[in-house]
């Protein structure tokens, strides 16, 4: 099976070997995810489906990773896990049988720090956009592919730890930075500049929308969220204007704004900062 092939369909033992063969998921990246086990206390992982091969897929692909990953056939058995232990993360099945996905992240959201990814149908475009405006983190489609899940997994841990450098507090005197591709992003002096130290002008509203991208990397933001969080920031935005709004901060930041690499696309949705970003 190729490397990217979906995997919703196939048995654990195809899983298994596929595991051995990958470039990404390989026996070194095994060996050393049982060394970082070993340093630092692994995150744990709720699956909750009401599908067992999807749930033992997820957990096999996870705990081959390192993670300590328990299951869940239904709202209740969620809970009742979240109260048993500590959680870094949940993904959860927007169709549960008999019960309603995005109420239940609604509920872990209302409740819990917990992050949430989302796990949808292809077709079901607006539950993603509920399940986002509702809080979740971030979302995966059925039939699945290794490496998204792996990405998105550990994406949205990344953004939870607490001892990640955007946590921490600043210094008297200290700029609030953060290094994406090849730019550098103060907050607290409110510019843009390349590594070298070229300044890019931006508008206060293209600052603002590339602060809320910047804070919020890999993280999927529809028009609604960047609308609501960009409210009284001194511009009134409307659907059509962000749309607006990211084209023009395509052109001050893209290498190739037609062809954007870091703020793209997600159709349907609304847009992600599809970069690395670092507290500096």
Not at 26 to 31: D, E, G, K, L, P
Request: proline share 4%.
């Amino acid at each position: 099976m190729p490397n990217d092939a979906p995997i919703c369909n196939t048995s654990v033992e195809t899983l298994r070997d596929n595991f051995a063969r990958s470039n990404h998921v390989n026996t070194s990246s095994v060996q050393c995810g049982a060394i970082q086990m070993m340093t630092t206390t692994p995150a744990r992982i709720i699956v909750v489906d009401d599908d067992i091969q999807v749930r033992t897929l997820l957990r096999n692909l996870l705990e081959t990773e390192g993670y300590i990953v328990s299951e869940a056939a239904n709202g209740q058995e969620m809970r009742s896990l979240i109260e048993a232990q500590p959680t870094n993360l949940i993904t959860l099945d927007l169709k549960l049988a008999g019960e309603d996905g995005l109420a239940l992240a609604q509920e872990v959201r209302a409740k819990h720090h917990i992050p949430i990814i989302m796990v949808t149908a292809k077709v079901d475009d607006i539950d993603k956009i509920i399940g986002l405006e509702l809080g979740a983190d971030d979302y995966i489609t059925k039939p699945f592919n290794v490496r998204e899940v792996l990405a998105r997994v550990r994406a949205v841990l990344r953004r939870y730890d607490p001892t990640a450098g955007a946590q921490r507090t600043l210094k008297p005197g200290e700029h609030e930075k953060y290094a994406f591709s090849d730019w550098v992003l103060d907050i607290t002096a409110r510019e843009l500049r390349t590594v070298d130290d070229q300044r890019a002008d931006l508008t206060t509203a293209e600052f603002n929308l590339l602060e809320l991208l910047v804070k919020h990397p890999t993280r999927v933001l529809s028009r609604d969220t960047i609308m609501n969080m960009m409210k009284g920031q001194e511009w009134a935005p409307f659907d059509r204007s962000i749309d607006t709004l990211v084209g023009r901060l395509r052109r001050k930041i893209e290498l190739d704004s037609e062809h954007p690499s870091l703020i793209k696309t997600v159709r349907g949705v609304g847009y992600i900062l599809a970069a690395d970003v670092t507290r500096i």
